[in-house]
């Protein structure tokens, strides 16, 4: 896994194997809490964020999907400025 971004406690991790669906990995240092997103589906899998996490989160992705999707077809894993 590598590190592609830090936001409001959030730290954004992508498969640097590029193994499976596309995914990003998303943990909360504040709560220690973890979940998923699937690229592909457009959805959180494996969720224990509680809602308004959720919409943080998905507004970021949101801001960054191109650049998500973008990192992952091509296999190449950039660091994401940080986002305000």
């Known amino acids: 896994m590598s590190e592609i971004a830090r936001f409001y406690g959030f730290v ?3 498969d640097n194997n590029f193994g499976g669906s596309p995914n990003v990995f998303i943990d909360y240092e504040e709560d220690d809490i973890k979940g998923h997103y699937d690229l592909v589906k457009g959805e959180f899998t494996d969720v224990e964020f509680p809602n308004y996490l959720i919409r943080v989160i998905a507004e970021w992705i949101n801001d ?3 650049v ?3 990192m992952w077809n091509e296999k ?3 660091k994401l400025p940080d986002w305000e």
């Open 12 to 14: 954004v991790f992508m």
């Open 64 to 66: 960054h999907i191109q």
């Open 68 to 70: 998500l999707n973008a």
């Open 76 to 78: 190449m894993i950039t």
